[in-house]
Each structure stands twice: as C-alpha cells, then as structure tokens.
T-cell receptor, first 115, second 117 residues
Framework: GENVGLHLPTLSVQEGDNSIINCAYS??????FIWYKQESGKGPQFIID?????DKRQGQRVTVLLNKTVKHLSLQIAATQPGDSAVYFC??????????????FGKGTHLIIQP | GAVVSQHPSWVICKSGTSVKIECRSL??????MFWYRQFPKQSLMLMAT?????????EQGVEKDKFLINHASLTLSTLTVTSAHPEDSSFYIC?????????????FGPGTRLLVL
C-alpha cells in the first residue's frame, strides 16, 4: 500500500529499558520479513529477519516475533542504548517463486532513547 | 561483507538537467538491485527492480522513461533521473541482493540526496 503521512509514530524509552516496536504487514502471502534501522540521512541497516515458518527469532539484544494470524510483527530491543535512537522499519517480501521482488516497507517508528 | 555504495552522496542540479546515480556492491556480486525513493519523514517506496543484463521492472506509477536504469555488470546499477524537476527532489536509495540468493536480505546503500532547483 501507499505510505503517506508526515508524522512517524514515536516511541520514547528510558535508556536501559526494553522497547517493543510493532508493525502490521499487509500481504498474507508474504513469507519473509526484515527489520531495518535507519539513522538520519543514511540508508537502512539490516537488524534481523524471520521467515514465515518461524514465530520467533533472537539476535544480539533483539528479538523478532511474527504472528501470521493477525499479520503482526514486532521488534524487541533489550537494554536500549543511546545508539539505538533511529527510525525502525519493518519490511515484507513475497517469494514469487521465480523473480526477485523488492521489499514493501511499513511506515516506520521513530525510537527515541532518553538518558 | 555485503557493502553497498552509492555515488554521489548528494547532488544539486537545475531543473531540466539529468542526473546519474551509481549503486555498487563492493564485496559481492548482485544479479538483482533495487531502487527506492524516500521523501522526508516517510517510508521507502520501491521504484524498480534492476536485473543484470535485462530490462528493469518498474513499479506502478514510476515512469520508465524518466527514471532510466542500467545494470550492466554484477556489481553496478545506475539510475538516471532525466529532465529532473523540483518534485523529483528526494532521497534515492539502492539495495542489492547476492547473486544466487532467491530470497535473502537486501543490503542497502547509504543513499543519494537529490535537490532539483
């Protein structure tokens, strides 16, 4: 779908606390999901991914949860640090079986870590 | 590994001129590269898929004659914004997927900021 709107949702978290960023994806046929972090003026940076045959995947300080029933994806960041401040995007990919498809990005959430 | 670069990082041009942006995969080969556009405080929107040795596939609403894409090698794709106008001012970001990977994460370049006066 089209991403419109001038204001990104904002999540403000105290340094050291855990944060949860949520994302609703649009295509029930999507089978691969990625979380990206984007700092101001830079390209997206890969954080973690998950395939549709899983419902949870853990990385270093990050965990992604996938609920296919309600088409919901979440990113949990443990013990947040000032460097975690950025805009976080979820992205979905449909494996069409033959071609390589681009990603469909969610609207993004601006995470602010307060000292 | 998996570093993607873009050049230039920013460009200012006059209305009516053409601008070429390069996207390179530095340490891997990419048969497929993607071009996205991002307006301020908005998400990334896929513009086109660039396949090495074949024509690019454009998303609905993206003019192929305005945004020319060339993917001449496994490590380089170029996007040329022809006859640029102020409304083309945006942040253009490319990504690359490793050759042979049917479904693997895309690695993004640092983006190119275009300002058309």
């Amino acid at each position: 779908g089209e991403n419109v709107g001038l204001h990104l949702p904002t999540l403000s978290v105290q340094e050291g606390d855990n944060s949860i960023i949520n994302c609703a994806y649009s295509n029930s046929a999507s089978d691969y999901f990625i979380w990206y972090k984007q700092e101001s003026g830079k390209g997206p940076q890969f954080i973690i991914d998950i395939r549709s045959n899983m419902d949870k995947r853990q990385g270093q300080r990050v965990t992604v949860l996938l609920n296919k029933t309600v088409k919901h994806l979440s990113l949990q960041i443990a013990a947040t640090q000032p460097g975690d401040s950025a805009v976080y995007f979820c992205a979905e990919n449909l494996n069409s079986g033959g071609g390589a498809d681009g990603l469909t990005f969610g609207k993004g959430t601006h995470l602010i870590i307060q000292p | 590994g998996a570093v993607v670069s873009q050049h230039p990082s920013w460009v200012i041009c006059k209305s009516g001129t053409s601008v070429k942006i390069e996207c390179r995969s530095l340490d891997f080969q990419a048969t497929t590269m993607f071009w996205y556009r991002q307006f301020p405080k908005q998400s990334l929107m896929l513009m086109a898929t660039s396949n090495e040795g074949s024509k690019a596939t454009y998303e609905q609403g993206v003019e192929k004659d305005k945004f020319l894409i060339n993917h001449a090698s496994l490590t380089l794709s170029t996007l040329t914004v022809t006859s640029a106008h102020p409304e083309d001012s945006s942040f253009y970001i490319c990504s690359a997927r490793r050759a042979g990977a049917q479904q693997e994460t895309q690695y993004f370049g640092p983006g190119t900021r275009l300002l058309v006066l």
